[in-house]
């Protein structure tokens, strides 16, 4: 079964850093746009950041610039969430998307999430 499967969530103190994975399973990620998003209860989904394998660009919600960044790994079929600096309002699940063609288009695939707390 084609899935996404994310893994380096955890807690972790203000300030601190976490690196998130997304692997494919069944699924080659450098063929979509990979994106996360993170959702926090009683809160909406919000689309964090994406990087489309066309061309590299990445999109990235104004609350983390600066804070994190993606990358890609294709020989691992991975793809990093790297947050530094983290605040408390990080804490959410996130979830990486497989979209196509580009970010912002059809999402083909949703991981099972990974959880993130930012808490002293």
């Known amino acids: 079964q084609a899935q996404l499967v994310e893994s380096g969530g955890g807690l972790v103190q203000p300030g601190g850093s976490l690196r998130l994975s997304c692997i494919g399973s069944g699924v080659t990620l450098n063929y979509y746009a990979i994106g996360w998003f993170r959702q926090a209860p009683g809160n909406e989904r919000e689309g964090v950041l994406c990087?489309?394998?066309?061309?590299?660009?990445?999109y990235y919600m104004d609350s983390v610039k600066g804070r994190f960044s993606i990358s890609a790994d294709n020989a691992r079929n991975t793809v990093y969430l790297q947050m530094n600096s983290l605040k408390p309002e990080d804490t959410a699940e996130y979830f990486c998307?497989?979209?196509?063609?580009?970010?912002?288009?059809?999402?083909?695939?949703w991981g099972l999430g990974t959880q993130v707390t930012v808490s002293s």
């Open positions: 990087i489309s394998s066309n061309d590299g660009s990445t």
């Open positions: 998307v497989a979209v196509r063609p580009v970010c912002g288009g059809v999402t083909d695939y």
